[in-house]
């Protein structure tokens, strides 16, 4: 028997890509909850593909992988990050964030394939729906409830991977080629919107866009900010820009006029009661999902 107090407490790494940052948040619920019982780390998918940070799963006991829901399927870069993964008998677990419970966002078939291709065995996969960050701006008080949910859904994941408990999302075909369709479009296409941004002459030059893009597809000559072709659609030069300078051409219905999750997480007057048992329409299944 291991006397009490010199049991040696697990580790878990934590890789996740983030555009605007929902998944950076759930990174960091997981990573608290983590800490309570174990030893944890959280790094960046971008700094391992651009050499920020040293690869190195082998430290861990458990690895997990993050990302945003994009066209039913991971983002493009997750699945480079996945490729640099070193081979590896590993536990680990997937975590995604999405604008709406719908189909689970998507199947993760494919992450999870490409995981156990490098030896790493996939035990448990979470959905923590977040605030939609194109296309419809939610009600603040529908974020704050989204955000509150999934503290507790980031507690309950970190016990149960914890503990070993065993929970993999099952994908139907149909899922799996819808998303195999959709995100290959996605692929295809992101680079174009990319291409399609502007920035206006209200831009400071202050680079912020240059620092945070993920790909280093910005770039920055003599005085003009210019879009190169690796562009993975993650939207944060857009809503990170602290003059609003950075706007899309052609897919101007794609961009929210204001995207601050954040801020509204921190503003005690917001009240998370937007949705409840009789809600009705297309919100319903946002309280099945929080109740689940």
């Given at each position: 028997m291991v006397p009490i107090g010199t049991m040696t407490k697990k580790s878990v790494g934590i890789y996740y890509f983030s555009g605007t940052g929902n998944t950076?948040?759930?990174?960091?619920?997981?990573?608290?909850?983590?800490?309570?019982?174990?030893?944890?780390?959280?790094?960046?998918?971008?700094?391992?593909?651009?050499?920020?940070?040293?690869?190195?799963?082998e430290e861990y006991d458990i690895v997990g992988v993050g990302y945003p829901v994009h066209a039913l399927n991971a983002p493009k870069i997750v699945f480079e990050f996945v490729k640099q993964l070193p081979h590896g008998d590993k536990k680990a677990?997937?975590?995604?964030?999405?604008?709406?419970?719908?189909?689970r966002g998507g199947p993760?078939?494919?992450?999870?394939?490409?995981?156990?291709?490098?030896?790493?065995?996939?035990?448990?996969?979470?959905?923590?729906?977040?605030?939609?960050?194109?296309?419809?701006?939610?009600?603040?008080?529908?974020?704050?409830?989204?955000?509150?949910?999934?503290v507790k859904k980031a507690a309950k994941m970190a016990e149960d991977i914890l503990s070993g408990t065993v929970k993999i999302q099952k994908d139907d075909i149909l899922s799996q080629v819808l998303a195999y369709f959709f995100s290959g479009l996605e692929w295809m296409g992101a680079p174009f919107i990319g291409k399609d941004l502007r920035v206006s002459p209200s831009c400071n030059l202050c680079n912020e866009c240059v620092r945070n893009c993920p790909t280093n597809t910005i770039v920055r000559k003599d005085d003009t900010i210019t879009f190169g072709w690796g562009c993975v659609a993650c939207m944060r030069c857009i809503y990170n820009c602290p003059v609003n300078a950075i706007k899309p051409?052609?897919?101007?219905?794609?961009?929210?006029?204001?995207?601050?999750?954040?801020?509204?997480?921190?503003?005690?007057?917001?009240?998370?009661?937007?949705?409840?048992?009789?809600?009705k329409g297309y919100f319903k299944r946002f309280y099945d999902y929080m109740i689940e």
């Open positions: 950076e948040i759930v990174a960091h619920l997981l990573a608290k909850e983590f800490e309570k019982s174990a030893r944890v780390n959280v790094v960046k998918i971008e700094d391992v593909l651009k050499g920020v940070v040293r690869l190195k799963p677990f997937l975590f995604k964030t999405s604008g709406d419970p719908f189909m993760t078939t494919m992450v999870r394939s490409r995981l156990c291709q490098k030896g790493y065995t996939v035990f448990y996969e979470g959905l923590l729906v977040m605030p939609s960050n194109v296309l419809v701006k939610y009600d603040d008080t529908l974020v704050k409830q989204l955000y509150n949910t999934a051409r052609l897919y101007k219905f794609f961009v929210l006029k204001e995207y601050n999750v954040q801020k509204i997480i921190d503003d005690p007057t917001i009240k998370g009661d937007y949705v409840s048992k009789d809600t």
